[in-house]
């Protein structure tokens, strides 16, 4: 169990009139930053003082300079119900979120003690399956689940671990222990954000970040660059790695692009990719190139239409077959959505001990499976204390204390005609966080994403990773359906690290040859269509300029509406008729050259033009 430090007597006391003096802790929870009000604990002492140094004013500065930096760098983020933005900018708060090092190294070996858990039920489930045999998980917990997969039966090479990259969400409770919330591995974002995070503060705050004695996050990349390469069984010495996105519509396909290019690796989407003989291939200009890894950010359902989703248009058909056939290696591996069922929650302390022959270290938060009766009885004996959730994926939930007598009804017939689809968890209080809103450190919830990759024979854990937090009365729930506002996560060392880097410096003249051969072909269409739509937006907005001049002139003896009838037809729109009377034709020609200028719904418009850009250009 991993518990908080609790405050100590020689606690700094701040300053009657400083930042941190005026912090509003919330008495009935935790606060990571406070014990009491005005009283810090030990391992903040050091960065707020600087943070008074800096002063409110000033951070408020700097946070702009930070929002600044990101959206100069495109990091963007968004959710797939978003109606009015098609990118939203990603926010971060400048306040970092610090954890002792001591309290980091007993999360650590909770965190790789569930990866190595999951790896070895995911293992299991998927060939001898002796944990639903022996009855340590119940059947249907496991089939009814979209996540478990039939045809991945077997799919996996003897020896070949299917959890290669693991995302783990985790919160502190009031009582200051840190529980999991939720497992993510079919695509587990958010190491890259964590990554541009730490580069983009430390560039806004350099005062806080020189010296700062705190884990570096480049290392763990390093590690799972080099897992990614020696997964390769074909071509170990060159082995051709690529990053499988769902394109640009990804709410997260920043992350994907940023986590390409720092990792020095293809960054793909299904199309570009073909199976032949058994093999994948990647499509280039040059011709077919053999690929041996795929990193994947495609749900799994979505990888193979062939045998999985005949709907998809994201996967590569085969895909499936060359897995089996171990020509190419999947990270992580098809299938692995079944261990984001929250009711598997509810025995993990049995599969621990049943399949590593451990105690679980890292509790998870308390949950009862609907499945089982005596569960079922006390879940809805005590409903009104506890949050139902659908085990299916971005399944409803519902918190017990909200429901009407209308909604309680029904959620009791639908737990009662299939409860097994139904688990129930206890609600906890979040831990508090500092956040900076207008010049002021404001209490916000905040929950935690860390990250686990494979190395060698074991697992490495990240070194921090991403916190998230609120804003103003949002709750954390309806703040992370909108992305919420994350923070930088700090692991304090003793000593300040040595600075680690994956990326390339410039440090001679950039080399420009005219061979794109390794082009993959997509990119190149899209590059062509990139410079048509260029060519169109630049003659588009010519034609409308000298149009609308001459509208302006309309009143003028000297303006000849032939040419005004040509410049229509250049832009290929209708001319309004002749009949009309000519101030009612004036305002027809100037609302049919706005629309084309401002309207997303004209086909021809300037905005379709520009979004067909960036379309292609991403």
């Not at 709907?311 to 959505?337: I, K, M």
Request: aromatic share 8%; hydrophobic share 40%; glycine share 8%.
């Amino acid at each position: 169990m991993i518990r908080a430090a609790v405050a100590y007597p020689d606690e700094l006391e701040s300053p009657s009139e400083t930042l941190v003096a005026n912090y509003p802790v919330n008495a009935t929870g935790y606060d990571e930053m406070c014990s009491a009000p005005g009283v810090l604990r030990p391992h903040w002492q050091e960065i707020a003082k600087s943070l008074e140094e800096i002063g409110g004013k000033e951070l408020e500065r700097r946070h702009g300079e930070v929002q600044r930096l990101l959206q100069t760098d495109g990091v963007t983020y968004n959710t797939y119900d978003d109606l009015h933005s098609s990118q939203r900018h990603w926010l971060v708060d400048p306040i970092p979120l610090l954890m002792t090092g001591e309290e980091w190294s007993e999360l650590a070996i909770g965190l790789e003690q569930r990866t190595r858990l999951m790896n070895a039920l995911l293992a299991d489930l998927y060939d001898q399956r002796l944990a639903i045999r022996q009855g340590w998980l119940p059947p249907e917990l496991i089939y009814p689940h979209p996540g478990f997969l039939a045809a991945c039966h077997q799919s996996l090479p003897s020896g070949q671990r299917g959890l290669i990259f693991h995302g783990i969400d985790l919160a502190r409770g009031p009582d200051g222990v840190l529980r999991v919330y939720g497992d993510r591995t079919q695509s587990p974002s958010g190491a890259g954000y964590a990554l541009e995070n730490r580069i983009i503060l430390a560039r806004a705050l350099p005062m806080l970040y020189r010296d700062a004695p705190l884990r570096r996050l480049a290392s763990f990349l390093e590690t799972e660059r080099a897992t990614l390469a020696g997964l390769a069984r074909h071509h170990p010495e060159n082995p051709h790695v690529v990053l499988l996105t769902p394109g640009p519509n990804s709410p997260v396909y920043f992350e994907h692009a940023y986590l390409a290019n720092y990792l020095s690796i293809s960054l793909v989407e299904g199309e570009d990719l073909v199976v032949r003989d058994g093999r994948v291939w990647l499509k280039t200009l040059g011709g077919l190139q053999p690929v041996d890894v795929i990193l994947r950010r495609v749900l799994d359902t979505f990888c193979d239409p062939l045998e999985l989703r005949g709907d998809s248009l994201l996967g590569v058909p085969g895909l499936l077959q060359a897995v089996r056939g171990g020509h190419v290696v999947l990270a992580n591996t098809l299938g692995s959505g079944i261990i984001e069922n929250p009711g598997l929650a509810a025995f993990l302390p049995l599969l621990c001990r049943q399949l590593l022959g451990e105690d679980l270290k890292l509790p998870s938060l308390p949950t009862w499976w609907c499945g089982n009766p005596d569960d079922h009885g006390y879940v809805l004996s005590n409903l009104d204390h506890l949050v139902v959730r659908s085990i299916l994926p971005n399944g409803p939930y519902w918190e017990g204390c909200q429901l009407d007598d209308t909604l309680r009804t029904q959620l009791i017939e639908q737990m009662q005609s299939a409860p097994y689809l139904f688990v129930a968890q206890e609600p906890q209080l979040l831990s508090t966080a500092p956040v900076l809103e207008e010049g002021n450190l404001l209490p916000r919830p905040v929950m935690l994403r860390g990250f686990v990759v494979a190395e060698d024979d074991g697992y490495r854990v990240m070194p921090g990773g991403l916190a998230r937090v609120s804003s103003g009365l949002d709750t954390l729930q309806a703040a992370l359906q909108k992305g919420g506002i994350s923070k930088d996560w700090w692991v304090l060392a003793k000593t300040p690290q040595r600075h680690v880097s994956l990326l390339r410096q410039a440090h001679g003249p950039i080399v420009v040859t005219r061979d794109g051969s390794d082009l993959p072909s997509r990119v190149a269409d899209n590059l062509f269509w990139l410079g048509r739509y260029s060519e169109r937006f630049d003659g588009t907005a010519r034609l409308l300029r000298e149009a609308l001049g001459r509208l302006l002139e309309w009143e003028q003896d000297n303006t000849d509406e032939r040419c005004l009838d040509d410049l229509f037809e250049a832009l290929e729109i209708p001319v309004p008729p002749v009949a009309q009377s000519p101030r009612a034709r004036f305002f027809a020609l100037r609302q049919t050259l706005l629309s084309l200028l401002l309207e997303a719904e004209h086909p021809g418009s300037m905005e379709v033009i520009f979004n067909g850009m960036l379309r292609t250009g991403r």
